[in-house]
């Protein structure tokens, strides 16, 4: 079954450090997502990316954030000057279209495994 | 504003019993989706149940199944024959087509089954 894969599983990273998670979405996806999981809190939407370019990012998803698509598979987010409170598991998700989401589950957003950011 | 309530901090029950997980959403769009999400203790987020606004039927998948109220605005995952692999954290989700492209997440139950 096709799945959304996320590396690494685990980063460490030191304050002020630029860090990289890859992901690569399911292969007949078109939309992309990474939310954010403070531990022991909610699951937090960080951005979504469509054809290319962002469609929608949240108040969190600051000048400290970027994402890309650099090639057919991967869409990696790119933290700047890593902070502290940047500590988390961070999700990719992919789904096939948007749609409605009312009717259809081409919108269903698949999860990747996570990978878990620990910045010191 | 769109908003999931998950009332339910945790959840206790037997092997092979039934168990109801809470949800509770407010929008006031015509077109939404609910989604439910499990998240086992190494982490990932793994997707369980669809349902859209517009379906007629409640959604079933295998052992889970939404019972769906929309007048209650209620979305609750019931799992049937629970199984010692079925605790975890489990997690409501609403996508509203007037808010974009965001789920919006509640702040989970957590479920154990005990043998």
């Known amino acids: 079954e096709p799945e959304v894969t996320q590396t690494p599983s685990h980063q460490v990273t030191q304050m002020g450090q630029e860090v990289i998670l890859r992901c690569v979405p399911i292969s007949n996806h078109l939309y992309f997502y990474w939310y954010r999981q403070i531990l022991g809190q909610k699951v937090e939407f960080l951005v979504s990316f469509y054809n290319n370019e962002i469609s929608e990012k949240s108040e969190i998803f600051d000048d400290q954030f970027s994402v890309e698509r650099p090639d057919g598979s991967n869409f990696t987010l790119k933290i700047r000057s890593t902070k502290l409170e940047d500590s988390a598991m961070y999700f990719c998700?992919?789904?096939?279209?948007?749609?409605?989401?009312?009717?259809?589950?081409?919108?269903?957003?698949?999860f990747g495994a996570g990978t878990r950011l620990s910045v010191l | 504003a769109q908003k999931i309530t998950q009332t339910q901090p945790g959840m206790f029950v037997q092997e092979k019993e039934a168990v109801t997980l809470d949800c509770t959403y407010d929008t006031s769009d015509p077109s939404y989706g609910l989604f439910w999400y499990k998240q086992p203790s190494s982490g990932e987020m793994i997707f369980l149940i669809y349902?859209?606004?517009?379906?007629?039927q409640n959604a079933t998948e295998g052992r889970y199944s939404l019972n769906f109220q929309k007048a209650r605005k209620s979305a609750n995952l019931v799992i049937s024959a629970s199984q010692l692999g079925d605790s975890a954290m489990y997690f409501c989700a609403m996508r509203v087509d007037q808010a974009g492209t965001a789920l919006i997440f509640g702040k989970g139950t957590t479920l154990s089954v005990s043998s």
């Open positions: 998700a992919s789904s096939e279209e948007l749609g409605l989401a009312g009717g259809g589950d081409k919108n269903i957003q698949y």
């Open positions: 349902q859209g606004s517009y379906d007629q």
